[in-house]
């Protein structure tokens, strides 16, 4: 789609906040009307809207398409989204610790046993702890804690998270993170322990440090999303 309006209007609409191009409501690919609930997310997506030059790119809007997955994808059913997310808890990335060499094990301690530590704490739950790849189940309370936790959040939270569940590939990290137990920065550290391991080891991949670029900026606009629902 090229762009085609020379005006982009936000409004404060019985729902939420909208934005208008050329005095056209903006409306979801499913065509449902774009609201979402703060003044500052709407401003940030207008924003996008705004820095439109000729062809409209989606992967330059971020936190429209953000908006977009809360109102089409998730707000039709949270509860079986969330459910979906929550599943990450069986095999949650910091759960999975090597064995070998010390040093890796050791950054992988360093960075993830405080936030094990805060969320036995936060939800009264246990985790069992595998070394090396072999699987381990997780007790059924924990899981399910876990996942009422998760569920709770709104669509428009749902969103950003399953952003960072997905890249992070950990559950608490992503739960830590939205509960401030955790900054951007010391999640996404945690995340890349391995990778950054390998990096240092044997060296940087292009095909590698490409993906990482990539995720690197999806998880960037899933936090500035996550810090806009405040604002």
């Not at 762009?3 to 409004?11: H, I, L, M, S």
């Not at 449902?32 to 401003?43: A, C, F």
């Not at 059913?77 to 599943?87: E, I, K, S, V």
Request: hydrophobic letters at 50%.
């Amino acid at each position: 789609m090229k762009r085609f309006w020379r005006d982009v209007a936000v409004q404060e609409q019985a729902g939420g906040w909208g934005i208008s191009l050329d005095e056209r409501p903006v409306r979801t690919p499913g065509r449902v009307p774009l609201l979402v609930p703060t003044p500052g997310l709407i401003e940030a997506i207008a924003a996008e809207w705004r820095a439109v030059e000729t062809d409209v790119d989606p992967r330059a809007m971020p936190l429209t398409g953000l908006a977009n997955a809360a109102v089409d994808r998730i707000a039709p059913d949270p509860a079986a989204f969330a459910r979906a997310l929550a599943a990450y808890g069986a095999s949650d990335l910091i759960c999975y610790r090597a064995d070998a060499p010390a040093p890796l094990a050791d950054r992988q301690r360093a960075a993830w046993d405080s936030v094990l530590d805060w969320a036995r704490g936060r939800y009264d739950v246990h985790f069992a702890l595998a070394i090396g790849v072999m699987p381990v189940t997780q007790p059924a309370a924990t899981l399910d804690r876990l996942g009422d936790a998760i569920a709770a959040r709104s669509p428009f939270e749902l969103a950003p998270l399953s952003v960072v569940v997905t890249i992070t590939g950990s559950l608490v990290l992503a739960l830590a993170l939205i509960e401030g137990a955790a900054d951007a920065g010391a999640v996404w550290t945690a995340a890349n322990i391995d990778e950054d391991w390998q990096a240092e080891m044997w060296g940087e991949d292009s095909l590698a440090t490409q993906s990482r670029a990539v995720r690197s900026a999806e998880y960037a606009a899933a936090n500035v999303f996550l810090a806009l629902l405040k604002a």
